[in-house]
């Protein structure tokens, strides 16, 4: 299986979830804290790298953010609409182990663009808006330095695209505003041209479009599924052809931008059988009419309250419906470390897009896919901080969620609005971080930072644990760090929960209370 082969160059979130070893054990809880009153800047873009750090950014052209270049450096650009001199930043790197972060230099606009990590581990960011559309630029963990804007250049301007890592160390660029197309990077002579992709020529609404951000994953057998509006295609990228076209959603209603809902890929499984299974989920969004109708007349239509879940490798393919217990809109989905699916973030009514939101959806709710229809869903505590449009959230390696974002207004504006520019973050803990649960969760001795591998190696990762009483509960996954922006996340997948004695995860030591696990890259992969 090498469609997630790319697993050498991730942080390799490796985090070993244990089950069931104390049955009675009190209910856990989820919690909240805040880290930053205000980093200074608005997060409109993460992506966690693997030194374990935040990349966060959001645009140029609408004048000062609240955070100084350093040394009294600033930023000189003629072609910027609001600011032609910027001493201030738009972007920073955020150290989750430390709670600190430091301003870095954006040169021309980010706006509503898209990313992905590269196989060295550098950060990909393609497109934005104005003098940034068709700029490509990387950020590299393993220096102290800054952006780079390189010199190769796209072939079309990318704003509102989609970016996703391939098997072989590419990345495809996919749609973007009025662009019906994708290319890749880096160029290669087989790969140096745009291809045509009608498909979102055909999911286009007329003048309100709900087919930018198009959801991307990539299957088992090397293709794309492409989920755009309200219905979804089999991709072969490298043939320029639709493999197969899957049933749109029942309702019909659209769940891309600005419609925005989210969508993940769940976790393969069938690991060791001879079919994977895979599942795509898509939650929430806003019913078709509903931007027209906030931007025209101020009527905020109420989000939609649904997901579908479609299991993609079926033979006859179609959507389970699933009600959440609230409606949402703008909401961020996150696969956990245990299986389960965050959704987060978002409004109860309205669309995106600037001020067209209301009705904060201040509590998570967690999905859990192994359970029985009509009990999957589950609310989490609430936040006291609304995160609207231009908000998002990222896993981090300790299991915690970093929540960011959220500025619905064409500047940044504190004062006299339904919704301030947020400039904060928040930390959210999930119930397998409850203190009362300590006993149940490993401490990782090593490796312990990233490692880099190759495919066909053993990983061995060796824990500690307090509570471990039956080798037989022991679970393994990997989790892909994602681009995160407009309540998707790119390229992020995950395997399912491995267990102790399959042909992938074996126990191979147990020394001192320390237990070191070998897992077979190339069968997970």
């Not at 205000?38 to 790298?49: F, K, N, R, T």
């Not at 270049?69 to 910027?86: F, V």
């Not at 925005?260 to 009419?289: H, I, M």
């Not at 947020?422 to 203190?435: T, V």
Request: hydrophobic share 40%.
């Amino acid at each position: 299986m090498s469609s997630l082969s790319l697993f050498h160059d991730l942080l390799i979130n490796t985090l070993i979830k244990l089950l069931l070893l104390h049955p009675s054990t009190v209910s856990a809880a989820s919690q909240w804290r805040l880290l930053q009153r205000s980093i200074g800047i608005s997060a409109m873009h993460m992506q966690l790298l693997s030194d374990d750090t935040v990349i966060i950014f959001d645009r140029t052209d609408f004048g000062p953010s609240n955070l100084s270049l350093p040394a009294g450096r600033c930023r000189h650009d003629p072609l910027d609409r609001a600011l032609k001199t910027d001493c201030t930043a738009h972007s920073a790197q955020y150290d989750p182990t430390t709670n600190s972060f430091r301003p870095l230099t954006l040169l021309t606009d980010t706006w509503c663009s898209s990313g992905s990590t590269l196989p060295d581990g550098r950060l990909l960011q393609t497109g934005g808006f104005n003098d940034g559309d068709v700029v490509i630029r990387t950020f590299d963990p393993t220096t102290d330095a800054d952006w780079s804007e390189i010199s190769e250049r796209l072939l079309a301007r990318r704003w509102y695209a989609t970016n996703h890592i391939l098997p072989d160390g590419r990345v495809i660029i996919i749609g973007g505003r009025r662009q019906f197309n994708y290319e890749f990077f880096p160029k290669t002579p087989e790969s140096s041209n745009l291809h045509s992709l009608p498909f979102l020529v055909q999911t286009s609404d007329p003048n309100i479009e709900n087919n930018l951000y198009p959801f991307v994953f990539l299957n088992v057998d090397g293709n794309l599924f492409i989920f755009a509006n309200n219905r979804a295609i089999l991709f072969d990228y490298a043939d320029n052809k639709v493999v197969r076209t899957y049933p749109e959603i029942p309702g019909g209603a659209p769940r891309s931008y600005p419609s925005t809902g989210s969508a993940v890929l769940l976790p393969l499984r069938n690991l060791d059988g001879p079919n994977v299974e895979v599942e795509v989920l898509v939650c929430g969004g806003a019913p078709k009419g509903s931007y027209v109708m906030a931007l025209n007349k101020g009527q905020f239509m109420r989000a939609l309250d649904t997901c579908a879940r479609i299991k993609i490798t079926d033979p006859n393919p179609a959507s389970t419906v699933e009600t959440m217990p609230m409606a949402r809109v703008m909401g961020d989905m996150l696969l956990l470390p245990n299986g389960d699916v965050l959704i987060i973030n978002g409004a109860a009514s309205g669309t995106a897009g600037w001020e067209l939101g209301r009705d904060p959806v201040l509590a998570p709710v967690v999905y859990h896919p192994d359970r029985a229809h009509g009990s999957r869903f589950e609310v989490q505590g609430k936040t006291t901080i609304p995160r609207m449009y231009h908000s998002l959230a990222v896993l981090l390696r300790d299991g915690r969620v970093l929540v960011g974002g959220s500025n619905p207004h064409r500047f940044y504006n504190f004062t006299n609005v339904l919704f301030p520019t947020e400039l904060s973050l928040e930390a959210f803990l999930p119930q397998y971080l409850d203190p009362t649960q300590s006993d149940l969760r490993p401490v990782i001795v090593d490796p312990k930072s990233s490692s880099k591998l190759k495919y066909g190696e053993l990983l061995q990762v060796k824990f500690s644990i307090n509570g471990l009483s039956k080798l037989g509960s022991i679970r393994a996954t990997m989790i892909r760090p994602p681009f995160a922006t407009h309540s998707f996340s790119m390229s992020q997948s995950k395997t399912t929960s491995i267990t102790n004695g399959t042909r992938v995860m074996k126990i191979c030591d147990i020394y001192q209370d320390k237990v070191t696990l070998e897992i077979s890259i190339d069968e997970i992969m």
